[in-house]
């Protein structure tokens, strides 16, 4: 596509339940992150994808957060027995090439744990 | 101590005027950095890269890298109210590894 999509763009849900949040990268791009910004606060790294392989996934805050990728292509971030805490802004971006080349972001999925 | 430091501001800024934004990072090894700013409610953009020691000019941004020192800043030269938004630090910490860290980021705000 032209850009990084996410989906959706605003989830709702209540505390205890399980979530999926999906990304699909710019055509192309072999690396793909995931970050988590909450409100007024910076981004917190925690997984980034290169090809189908997560060679640094230290920034998940809990077991209760996972994520893959399949096809080296779209991802999905699962949050498992959702809390207060994970409402957030959270944000993919992918990137061309390594170590090098900025990312492109999405426009985010904006969650609400109620 | 935090991997990338930045003053959360806020930076309030006469219109015309110099702004300059401060990065501070942990890793001597890393390797590539990065200035990205955020509207309110919108996603980080790219405003420059940098990957050598030294100034890095394009248009009214100038980056500033210091590996000795461990910082890097932003310039932004003629200040316009546009400019009024967050400035996000990023970092490649470590070297072969392709996470990418981000600074708290700094508030800007341009003054009429």
């Known amino acids: 596509g032209a850009g990084v999509s996410q989906s959706p763009s605003n989830k709702v849900t209540e505390k205890g339940k399980d979530v999926e949040l999906r990304c699909d990268p710019i055509?192309?791009?072999?690396?793909l992150y995931w970050y988590r910004q909450s409100l007024g606060q910076g981004l917190e790294f925690l997984i980034y994808?290169?090809?189908?392989?997560?060679?640094?996934k230290s920034g998940l805050p809990s077991d209760r957060f996972s994520a893959e990728r399949t096809g080296g292509s779209v991802s999905t971030l699962t949050i498992q027995r959702t809390q207060q805490e994970d409402s957030a802004v959270y944000l993919c971006?992918?990137?061309?090439?390594?170590?090098?080349?900025?990312?492109?972001f999405g426009e985010g999925s904006r969650l609400t744990v109620l | 101590q935090k991997e990338v430091e930045q003053n959360s501001g806020p930076l309030s800024v006469p219109e015309g005027a110099i702004a300059s934004l401060n990065c501070t990072y942990s890793?001597?090894?890393?390797?590539?950095f990065f200035w990205y700013r955020q509207y309110s409610g919108k996603s980080p953009e790219l405003i420059m890269s940098?990957?050598?020691?030294g100034d890095k000019e394009d248009g009214r941004f100038t980056a500033q890298l210091n590996k000795a020192s461990q910082y890097v800043s932003l310039l932004i030269r003629d200040s316009q109210p546009s400019d009024s938004a967050t400035y996000l630090c990023?970092?490649?910490?470590?070297?072969?590894?392709?996470?990418?860290?981000f600074g708290t980021g700094t508030r800007l705000t341009i003054i009429p």
């Open positions: 971006a992918s990137r061309q090439r390594q170590g090098y080349g900025e990312l492109f």
């Open positions: 055509s192309g791009h072999t690396a």
């Open positions: 994808f290169q090809g189908n392989s997560a060679p640094d």
């Open positions: 890793d001597r090894v890393s390797q590539s």
């Open positions: 940098i990957y050598s020691n």
């Open positions: 990023a970092v490649n910490i470590n070297f072969g590894n392709e996470k990418l860290t």
